[in-house]
Nanobody, 129 residues
Framework: QVHLMESGGGPVQDGGSLRLSCATS?????????????LAWFRQAPGKAREGVAS????????DYIDSAKGRFTISRDSGKRTLELQMNSLRPEDSATYYC?????????????????WGQGTQVTVSS
């Protein structure tokens, strides 16, 4: 079974940093070997649609970000520890949301909700001004 467990969320001041981590089960390695699959971070703010924030493609580790995250967030995979990380710098109040770790297929369209296969439980990030 695939298990995803996020941690690292919490309150932070505007302009601050947080590092999210997602512990993944062994089975995730099987997906991560294949270029058509990806690991990603999504988020959902109250009253808003869930959106993809950053992804890392299986097979070659190619990364992609939504425009608002470029230059501020960094996604990475530590294969030895079996974790997915999201380093978030220069945080803004609009980054406040529940952040989810996911495994998905069809990496060319990683931000589409329909391509997500597995979701974690989420971790809350609150950025105050």
């Amino acid at each position: 079974q695939v298990h995803l467990m996020e941690s690292g969320g919490g309150p932070v001041q505007d302009g601050g940093s947080l590092r999210l981590s997602c512990a993944t089960s062994d089975e995730v390695d099987n997906f991560y070997r294949l270029i058509n699959f990806y690991l990603a971070w999504f988020r959902q703010a109250p009253g808003k649609a869930r959106e993809g924030v950053a992804s890392i493609r299986g097979g070659d580790g190619r990364t992609d970000y939504i425009d608002s995250a470029k230059g501020r967030f960094t996604i990475s995979r530590d294969s030895g520890k079996r974790t997915l990380e999201l380093q978030m710098n220069s945080l803004r109040p609009e980054d406040s949301a529940t952040y989810y770790c996911v495994v998905g297929r069809n990496s060319a369209s990683w931000s589409e909700l329909s391509n997500v296969l597995y979701w974690g439980q989420g971790t809350q990030v609150t950025v105050s001004s």
